[in-house]
């Protein structure tokens, strides 16, 4: 496996992760494009997971949000990736280049049918169930 990062929206990494993007939550989840595919700019770096072939199988995106907090967004693993460590090994990247550039958490809003994934690594509940493109979610952190 191998990851690969971006905060330009002209890479090869984010067309990959847009394209993983469409099919988990456009094609699997139903949420409308115009909901899915927002306007962001070079402070949000994009991540994506690529397995033995060269194939990017997950992704997710992290943007600064104060001065100690990075917002995580959008991680979703192909149907056929999941269950494969995708997803955990990116999120645990994520937190390791966070720490390194003087983070002091991480925050997502996790789809509450995800939250024990989260939990897994570390990540605590906090705050109300809230809802989010007609689903279910909650504010989750991970201390750095």
Known sequence: MEIKKSNQSSSAVYADAI?????????????APADELDTVTSATW?????DEQQRPV??????????QTLHVQRVAT??????LGYARKLLRQM???GRQRGYQRLV???????QSFYQQLGF????AVFME???????MQLAL
């Open 108 to 114: 997502l809003g996790a789809q509450v049918t995800a």
């Open 58 to 67: 997950a992704t997710a995106r992290m943007t600064p949000e104060s001065a």
């Open 46 to 50: 994009h991540y994506v997971a690529y």
């Open 19 to 31: 394209k993983i993007r469409q099919a988990v939550f456009i094609g699997e989840q139903g949420i």
């Open 124 to 127: 605590e509940a906090i705050g």
């Open 78 to 83: 192909l149907k056929a990736a999941r269950g």
């Open 133 to 139: 493109a007609g689903l279910r979610h909650q504010q």
């Open 95 to 97: 937190s390791v280049d």
